[in-house]
């Protein structure tokens, strides 16, 4: 397991800053380290595999890569899955579900498809046990994704389980809060380090204040949650509890203040409550307030970062709404702040 071929996915465009935060977790570069569309290729070890999905803000899966293969017909797929030593990985005891992606494929069904492959891992179970695992399509013990180009078949397992942007503390959220991937890529994007206030005037249910936070504190993200890996084969409970060991004692106090308020004071409500179970409570410091009224609140220069309401335009009120009607260059210029 010391030499696994890894595969990381990401948002559009996020892709060169997840490749430098996997450099900086891992040491990989070169050959090792490669950009590719949609996330990033890696040569990697078990650990590094375990120590991502602890650590990685910008992943949303750490997968596994078994399988890479040209393919023209369902039974080409179905004879590379039969190939792929899946014995190693799980048992017939556990459940599994098959995932499938394609881009330009020329196969017609690609539920057909994902049967092939379902049938050809169960087949290799039962001719080398005399058992087949089951399909648990809601919840299962392993997910194996595929996918298909115009030509060539790739077959990963996962060992993220629910994706990564689930860390584990967002019990309250409004209607449509931020995925946390999605903040931390913006976070990158900043350049902001942690060195100087962050203020977030719609904050919502805190998913970039509490990002920030986190990563201020050195707080790894995946510390409140459970992954898929656990419950493969290769996985140890020793190796996997000095990694998380290693994580707690790398904790640290911020050095700069962060600050997030919104107009809705239940959504406050509901991110010091997220802040609390993230651990950031005293790192974060959240009130209520209309973002076109607020002052600045540091004295000391600082970053704004912003995920503006927006969609269906809702009526607005207030002496703030009503100077906002009457100068809608203006209210452009702070939104888009």
């Known amino acids: 397991m010391n030499q696994l071929q890894l595969f990381l996915p990401c948002a559009a465009g996020v892709e060169d800053f997840l490749a430098d935060e996997v450099h900086r977790l891992t040491g ?5 380290l490669l950009v590719a569309r949609g996330g990033v290729q890696l040569r990697a070890s078990w650990r590094d595999a375990l120590l991502l999905n602890l650590h990685s803000r910008l992943a949303q899966r750490v997968l596994v890569q078994l399988s890479h293969t040209p393919y023209r017909s369902e039974k080409d797929l179905y004879e590379a899955a039969g190939a792929v030593a899946w014995e190693i ?13 394609a881009q330009h494929s020329p196969l017609t069904s690609l539920n057909f ?5 379902k049938d050809a891992v169960a087949d290799r179970f039962r001719h080398k046990s005399g058992v087949r695992p089951d399909v648990d399509t809601q919840w299962p013990d392993v997910r194996i994704y595929a996918h298909l180009t115009t030509d060539t078949a790739t077959l990963y397992i996962d060992t993220s389980g629910e994706p990564l942007f689930k860390r584990g ?3 309250d959220k409004g209607d449509a ?3 946390e991937t999605l903040a931390a890529a913006m976070l990158a994007a900043s350049g902001w380090d942690g060195s100087t206030p962050l203020y977030d005037p719609c904050c919502g249910s805190g998913t970039i204040a509490i990002e920030a936070a986190q990563l201020a504190c050195n707080i790894a993200p995946g510390l409140l949650r459970r992954f898929g890996f656990e419950k493969l084969l290769p996985f140890q409970s020793h190796v996997w509890s000095a990694i998380k060991n290693e994580a707690e004692n790398a904790r640290r106090a911020p050095t700069a203040p962060i600050f997030g308020s919104d107009v809705a004071h239940r959504m406050v409500d509901f991110a010091q409550r997220n802040a609390q179970r993230a651990g950031v409570a005293d790192a974060v410091q959240l009130r209520g307030g209309d973002a076109l009224q607020r002052m600045p609140p540091s004295e000391v220069p600082g970053v704004m970062l912003v995920n503006p309401p927006y969609g269906e335009r809702i009526a607005v009120a207030g002496v703030a709404g009503e100077r906002s009607e009457n100068n809608p260059g203006r209210v452009g210029a702070r939104e888009n702040a």
């Open 177 to 179: 809060p931020l995925k």
């Open 28 to 32: 990989l570069k070169g050959d090792d």
């Open 89 to 101: 990985w799980f048992t017939t005891k556990q459940t599994f579900k098959i995932e499938i992606t």
């Open 169 to 171: 503390w967002r019990e």
């Open 113 to 117: 498809a994902a049967l092939k492959i």
